[in-house]
């Protein structure tokens, strides 16, 4: 093992003696086995190296974060045989990510060292959402985010959950205000305690009278012109991404989808290869909120883009999902990653947009198929909207024909 990461005796000496050798070498086996390539397991190694003389492990073979933190303090020593200064945040944060990583393969870290007394009324809750009132899981996911926040927030008050007020509410979102949120963020978070302490006083958790006094700042609908960029400069983008690199080939296809189909991100990210009809040019996805799949013509520049990727970029792998990391461990891209990929790209162009990421460019093609002539229903057959409600705010947009209506003289009709 050592020997084809390491060419130097007295290196390999040092990791073959250095404690957990055995559970080292399995976990950089099996990062060889995902693709990692050997300088990557090389640098792993040393990380592996320094994580096994500093944590000491329990009897109980139990890692938390508490014990990872502590060790990750002092790099006296660790410079020294550098013979250089580190940077101790970013030296901190790399020995505390791949610690976890290995610990989970071991099967010795504490998943429930960062849980909360309360965490099973979130996980109630999670269950209700979703069996009961068969909530998406995206929306379960988010409405749990919002509420672990606040219920970490609630047992540092000390108190049990049946004492909690409106009053805790009001000051947990005014905390939420003064932190940086706006007023659509803080409005989102009152929804999704609104919805947490009506299940809660239902359960008798609580009492009944939270959940209807629960406000957030109010917001009028469609009070915003939509948020994206201008076609010009979506051609743009596309534009500056016409090379042979692997990043540049994957994220054309990804956001041709975005600007044409106007895809949302958790779509593409679940797009898989079975969902494309190479025999009859057809693209099915998985709407997010109406649950059901959508089926597309497959527009030949946008077909051309995902072969190209398929047959050049993309890794041979079990994954069916299309896209995946560059890199190995290979693996779908998520969500997050997505918003990344468009959000970083827009910004480096120099592209000014309200927002960055995938919806801006579903905003662009919402805007420019109103620019093209195509009504509101259509707009919003191809957006995947539930009702024409969530289309109307493009209506805004049509500058032209408002400024039409504007300029007709109705005189002669009075």
């Given amino acids: 093992m050592w020997e084809e990461i390491f060419s130097k ?3 390999i000496a040092r990791h073959e003696n250095a404690p957990y ?4 070498e399995r976990y950089l086996s099996d990062c060889a086995r995902q693709g990692y390539a050997r300088g990557t397991r090389r640098n792993l190694a040393k990380e592996l190296l320094w994580i096994a003389r500093k944590v000491r492990i329990s009897a109980e073979h139990a890692v938390d974060l508490e014990q990872l933190e502590t060790a990750a303090q002092d790099w006296k020593l660790r410079e020294d045989e550098c013979h250089g200064r580190l940077n101790p945040q970013s030296t901190r944060k790399r020995f505390i990510l791949v610690a976890k990583k290995w610990f989970r393969f071991l099967g010795w870290w504490n998943d429930h060292a960062a849980s909360t007394r309360f965490d099973h009324l979130m996980e109630s809750f999670s269950k209700w959402m979703e069996k009961e009132r068969g909530f998406t899981p995206l929306t379960v996911h988010r409405r749990c985010g919002h509420l672990k926040l606040f219920l970490r927030w609630f047992e540092n008050q000390d108190r049990p959950f049946s004492a909690v007020t409106l009053d805790d509410i009001d000051t947990y979102l005014s905390i939420c205000g003064a932190g940086g949120n706006g007023r659509t963020s803080l409005n989102n978070i009152a929804g999704a305690l609104r919805a947490f302490f009506a299940y809660a006083g239902s359960q008798g958790l609580c009492a009944s009278s939270i959940a209807p006094g629960i406000q957030g ?18 051609e743009r983008l596309l534009a500056s991404m016409q090379s042979a690199r692997e990043s540049d080939i994957r994220d054309t296809a990804i956001i041709l989808l975005f600007a044409i189909y106007g895809f949302r991100s958790s779509e593409v990210a ?12 057809l693209l099915s996805v998985s709407r997010a909120k109406r649950r059901m799949k959508q089926t597309y013509p497959l527009i030949p520049s946008i077909g051309e883009a995902i072969i190209l990727y398929l047959r050049d970029v993309r890794p041979q792998c079990s994954h069916r999902e299309v896209f995946l990391t560059l890199l190995p461990p290979f693996r779908p891209l998520s969500r997050e990653c997505l918003r990344s990929v468009v959000a970083i790209r827009m910004k480096n162009m120099g592209i000014q947009s309200t927002r960055y990421g995938p919806h ?8 420019h198929l109103l620019s093209e002539g195509l009504s509101l229903k259509e707009i919003g057959d191809h957006l995947g909207h539930q009702s024409t409600s969530a289309t109307r705010i493009y209506a805004k947009v049509d500058l032209a024909g408002l400024r039409e209506v504007a300029a007709f003289d109705i005189g002669g009709l009075l």
């Fill in 217 to 234: 700042p109010r917001i009028f609908e469609h009070e915003q012109l939509p948020s994206g960029p201008t076609w010009p400069d979506v």
């Fill in 360 to 367: 801006a460019l579903r905003h662009a093609c919402a805007t």
């Fill in 9 to 11: 005796p007295s290196t």
């Fill in 21 to 24: 050798r055995e559970e080292r």
């Fill in 270 to 281: 679940s797009l898989r290869l079975d969902d494309i009809d190479w025999e009859r040019s």
